[in-house]
């Protein structure tokens, strides 16, 4: 289990720091690399969601 929060922490400070870039300079990594609307592109953004909801849901069990 420590393994997946740690996974989930990763993801989600990989996607913190792209909508930072995407804010800043209206550049998106992920599209970048991975192609605009390609299917690895919306799976990379499902698993930064989940990781957000893993961590809000951590974060309010820890309260």
Avoid: E, P
Avoid at 31 to 47: C, D, E, N, P, R
């Amino acid at each position: 289990m420590a393994i997946l929060k740690q996974l989930a922490t990763l993801l989600v400070v990989i996607g913190a720091l792209s909508w930072g870039l995407i804010g800043l300079f209206d550049f998106n990594v992920v599209t970048a690399i991975f192609g605009s609307g390609s299917t690895l592109t919306q799976i990379i953004y499902v698993l930064v969601g989940l990781s957000g909801l893993w961590q809000l849901v951590d974060w309010f069990k820890s309260k």
